[in-house]
């Protein structure tokens, strides 16, 4: 259609004029938004008086980014007014982009109204006393809730009774023969179109409730931070939603005689992302991932502060670290329940060892305690493997037994109930010192190991991104998403290249200077999961400033380490293959000659092993042991693994899924409590999480069959 | 007990096969060959253990008792893995592809191109995609994208890939359990070529299949199984199409053929 109309065929210029004109209104649009937002008058973010113009940085960049989006709007339309092919294309992702800029700025609205409207729900205020009280509620409110209420109430009621004659009918066997009559038909099987008008009504039921709220919240300044100027956000969404929602309907279909063109161009934006989304098992937990973060970040200004950021890294690391294990093991289609009695084990072995001694070693410095208590986890893990292996019985009920023959060994070991404590033992903590020359020769390492991938990827990633820039001059704009990205990942990738090795170099100097070169002191505890502040001598991470509130441990370090370390083995090993073939499907892995068995064992052991290294953080970061220790962990960590788009029958998962996973468990477990919801809700909230980030797995999965 | 090779120089010589699922006696003493350069027809009705056959000699089920030589040689196969370094390469009727990997990963799966960083094997990503692409087209498979995962294919394109993979990994005996049953015709015609040109670079072939028309246009012998015995081996020169179908219904060989049958030459 809009090749037809760059070809000016009659039928098809009243769409591309509109188009065209679409794009020149969200161009004058998205310029209005900059102004407003620079001036003010749309505030986003926290802000102490909106009419002084104290920009905040999320500002200055919804102000930077309007003017661009304008740009590339005023750019298309002139395309198309002038008729250039590559405008095809770009009016597509305009739309598509307008579309997604509409919906992000009327869910930056709507989520934190209707958080905070829900907030208000559930604290027994009579609402529509408020309401008609007020005079400073516009008379939109009382009219816009009284419509909502009316429409939701009668709809929920009409469902009610519609879904209560279907049960009937199905029950009921003498009702069977009034199946046969049209009327019941309708009830049975609902058309589509009377389903649509349902969800409408529905809908727009919802959204009046909204507005409601959107007005009626503003009037708890105490309770609430939205005020009527963000309001107005509704407006700028709705009139870049819509519009931009039709054009991108009406552009859609497009016929192109060229072959490479027609591939090019069949493949519209939604079609692209969903297509390269499908290809991720992790799809799913990055679009949850995105939408609570932005939720939070929206509904309560605590949110991105770096001591919460900090708080919940730390909080989730040790169970991330046990998730990657229990993502593989669930790949290749197995299941551990073990994992928290492992992590009980272990730790208390790592404690015991230091305190009152191992059977032939005697009392253990904390280094070689570590090992041995990891060792101790390794025998556990290859206990639950050599289980599942010889009797083949199903691991659920093999690490059923385990998870509480395990338990029982802390419950024996430390009696009555008492916690092992570190303290208890010794006066101190135990402290390493490291000498400059140690150090030095660390930092040395790390340059060489810096300017080695840098020599080694560099080049080939120039060259490509060289290459793809070189297609694109060729070929216009068709096809050459990824030479952007490609340039872009260069680009960044120098970057950092470039500020490790400038601060590996102030580092050296520093602690070859005479100033900075004395001995650094370093707890053994702080060395596995220390505050990082901690470490070093003058509260600073090896000269790099951290704010002092922040809880930032060391796990967490470790464990994007071991992140990138599996999700390289998983992706890009043969034992990554096999662990993927051994799930998806055990024959075939098998008639291949993939040795299953040795997988399965190899997996459990892996799991046993990464929850032994998390006991040892846990027990670092807080040096006493419970016989309880890790309790429920194993379904939590499930839930993380789940949620990150790992398949429990196996077969399908990604080590970055369980990442996202557990950063949403740790978002949900800190912002739930700083938007105010109570703890208690917790665990019923990622219940419905876990349910939804399947249901939307799935979805993105979309048609792939087993 | 004592076994020994009784086809001198076949390529593959079971002798006396036995194979029992708990007490459930599938195979009841087999013997079974396959000569250098021949394509052999395995035939039987449904349940006659066809598949439990060569999945013993692909190391698959361990057998009960019996022996199996290879190239001359008496072999333990003990585990697919085995039989894959004899240089023998499977379609199974039932365990071909993992559905959620992509067509490149099935295709090397369990064997993977590597290069070496260091002491770290990682995957050769650009030779497992070019390569099998280029494989496939060999046999005729023409594939969009060998990133695609074999779930969303269709029956018919997984079981040419399996077929595909095959024909490029074998190296002395190709065995194809019921290849065809998803094919259309001209697939098929595919897989019945390129059955004859394993056949002339030098291999061996087990075809397995209920269409004896396919079977009978390119198979040099024909093994009849029927309930965990062997029925007789034939010649195709020996028997006609009509026979050989009669033999799988009935189970009896007809009197015209008795002397070809089971113990003849003992
Ligand atoms: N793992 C197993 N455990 C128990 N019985 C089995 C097993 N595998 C096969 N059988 C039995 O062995 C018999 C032969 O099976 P097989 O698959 O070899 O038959 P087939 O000749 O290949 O048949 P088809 O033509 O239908 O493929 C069947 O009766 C089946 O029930
Ligand atoms: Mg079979």
Redesign the interface.
């Known amino acids: 259609m809009m090749q037809a109309y760059l070809e000016n065929k009659r039928e098809a210029a009243t769409v591309g004029l509109l188009v065209t004109f679409l794009n020149f209104g969200f161009a004058i649009l998205g310029a209005l938004v900059a102004f407003l937002v620079f001036f003010g008058w749309m505030p986003f973010g926290e802000r102490a008086n909106i009419l002084r113009s104290d920009l905040n940085n999320i500002e200055i960049i919804v102000t930077i980014a309007s003017l661009i989006y304008a740009a590339c709007c005023a750019r298309t339309g002139f395309g198309l007014l002038r008729r250039e092919k590559s405008s095809l294309r770009w009016s597509q992702w305009m739309l598509f982009i307008t579309v997604m800029i509409g919906g992000a700025i009327l869910l930056s609205v709507i989520i934190p109204v209707g958080l905070k409207f829900s907030l208000l729900l559930s604290q027994d205020i009579d609402l529509r006393a408020v309401i008609n009280d007020t005079a400073a509620v516009s008379e939109l409110a009382p009219m816009a809730l009284m419509v909502g209420e009316t429409l939701i109430g009668v709809n929920l009621f009409l469902i009610a009774l519609l879904a209560l004659l279907a049960l009937l009918v199905f029950i009921i066997p003498p009702l069977d023969a009034l199946r046969r009559i049209d009327g019941i038909r309708l009830i049975v099987a609902p058309p589509r179109r009377l389903i649509v008008a349902f969800m409408v009504l529905l809908t727009i039921g919802v959204a009046c409730v909204l507005i409601a709220g959107a007005f009626t919240v503003p009037l708890y300044p105490g309770m609430t931070t939205i005020r009527d100027a963000e309001n107005h956000r509704l407006l700028a969404g709705l009139l870049f939603f819509l519009p931009g929602f039709v054009g991108y309907r009406l552009v859609r279909q497009v016929e192109e005689e060229s072959d490479e063109l027609r591939r090019a161009i069949a493949l519209t934006p939604g079609k692209f992302i969903r297509s390269e989304l499908a290809k991720s098992p992790s799809a799913g937990a990055i679009i949850g991932f995105i939408a609570i973060f932005m939720a939070f970040t929206m509904a309560t200004d605590l949110f991105l502060e770096p001591s919460s950021v900090a708080s919940f890294l730390s909080n989730v690391a040790t169970k991330g670290i046990i998730a990657i294990g229990v993502t593989y093991l669930m790949i290749s289609g197995e299941f551990d329940l073990s994992v928290g009695s492992i992590l009980g084990v272990t730790a208390l072995s790592f404690m015991n060892f230091m305190t009152n001694g191992a059977p032939v070693f005697g009392v253990m410095e904390p280094i070689p305690a570590a090992m041995l208590a990891i060792f101790v986890a390794f025998v556990l893990g290859s206990i639950n493997g050599v289980l599942l292996i010889t009797t083949r019985i199903p691991s659920f009920i093999v690490t059923l037994g385990t998870l509480l023959a395990f338990r029982a060994i802390t419950l024996v070991a430390i009696a009555g109930g008492r916690i092992l404590r570190y303290s208890d033992h010794h006066d101190a903590l135990p402290v390493i010192a490291i000498s400059n020359l140690v150090f030095m020769a660390l930092v040395v390492i790390g340059l060489l190991v810096v300017a080695f991938t840098a020599y080694r990827v560099l080049p080939v990633w120039y060259r490509q991104a060289a290459h793809a820039w070189s297609i694109r001059e060729a070929n216009g704009d068709f096809g050459t998403t990824g030479a952007l990205i490609r340039t872009g990942v260069f680009l960044l990738a120098l970057f950092v290249i470039v500020i490790a090795v400038i601060w590996l170099v102030a580092v050296f100097s520093y602690h070859s200077s005479a100033g900075g070169g004395q001995m650094v002191e370093v707890g053994y505890f702080d060395l596995f999961n220390g505050r990082v502040l901690s470490i070093g001598s003058e509260g600073d991470f090896f000269h790099m400033p951290i704010p002092r509130n922040a809880n930032v441990r060391l796990a967490i370090v470790w464990w994007f380490i071991f992140v990138a370390i599996f999700h390289v083995i998983l992706t890009n090993t043969s034992f990554g293959n096999s662990i993927f073939a051994t799930g998806g499907n055990e024959g075939a892995a098998r008639a291949q000659g993939v040795n299953v068995d040795r997988i399965k064992l190899q997996n459990f052991v892996i799991v046993a092993l990464l929850t032994g290294i998390a006991a040892i953080y846990e027990t670092a970061r807080n040096p006493g042991v419970d016989p309880l220790k890790g309790t429920g962990w194993e379904l939590e960590v499930i839930a993380m693994t789940v949620i990150g788009g790992a398949l429990l029958t196996g077969g399908y998962g990604s080590v970055v899924g369980s990442l996202l996973g557990a950063l949403i468990f740790g978002m949900l477990q800190t912002g739930l409590v700083l938007v105010g919801i109570e703890s208690r809700l917790f665990a019923g909230t990622i219940g419905v999480i876990i349910i939804a980030a399947v249901v939307l797995n799935t979805l993105v999965r979309g048609g792939q069959r087993n | 007990m004592q076994y020994k090779q009784q086809n001198a120089d076949a390529l593959v010589d079971m002798v006396d096969i036995h194979k029992y699922f708990g007490s459930v006696q599938v195979l009841r003493g087999v013997d079974f060959h396959v000569d250098r350069q021949e394509i052999v027809g395995l035939l039987g009705d449904n349940g006659a253990g066809k598949s439990t056959l060569i999945k013993v000699l692909?190391g698959?089920h361990s057998l009960t008792r019996g022996q199996i030589y290879f190239d001359g040689d008496a072999v333990a196969i003990e585990?697919?893995?085995d039989?894959?370094e004899l240089g023998i390469e499977?379609v199974?009727q039932?365990?071909?592809?993992?559905?959620?990997?992509s067509i490149a990963?099935?295709f090397?799966?369990?064997?993977?191109p590597?290069y070496s960083i260091g002491p770290?094997?990682?995957?050769d990503?650009k030779k497992m995609a070019s390569e099998s692409v280029g494989a496939l087209a060999d046999v005729g498979i023409h594939i969009r994208d060998s990133?695609e995962?074999v779930?969303?294919m269709s029956g018919g394109e997984r079981q040419s890939i399996a077929i595909g993979r095959a024909v490029y990994f074998g190296k002395k005996l190709l065995i194809l359990d019921e290849p065809t049953s998803a094919l259309s015709v001209g697939e098929t015609q595919k897989v019945l070529d390129y059955t004859i040109a394993a056949k002339e670079k030098g291999m061996g072939v087990i075809f397995i299949t209920h269409n004896i028309r396919h079977v009978y246009e390119v198979a040099d012998r024909f093994t009849i199984i029927e309930r965990g015995h062997k029925l007789g081996d034939f010649y195709k020169s020996e028997v006609t199409e009509n026979e050989v179908a009669d033999m799988i219904v009935t189970g009896q060989i007809p009197e015209r053929l008795r002397l070809y049958g089971e113990g003849a030459g003992e």
């Open positions: 692909t698959f585990s697919p893995h039989a894959r499977t199974h039932d365990l071909a592809l993992v559905p959620l990997m990963r099935n090397w799966l369990g064997q993977e590597t770290f094997r990682l995957l990503k990133e995962t779930g969303t």
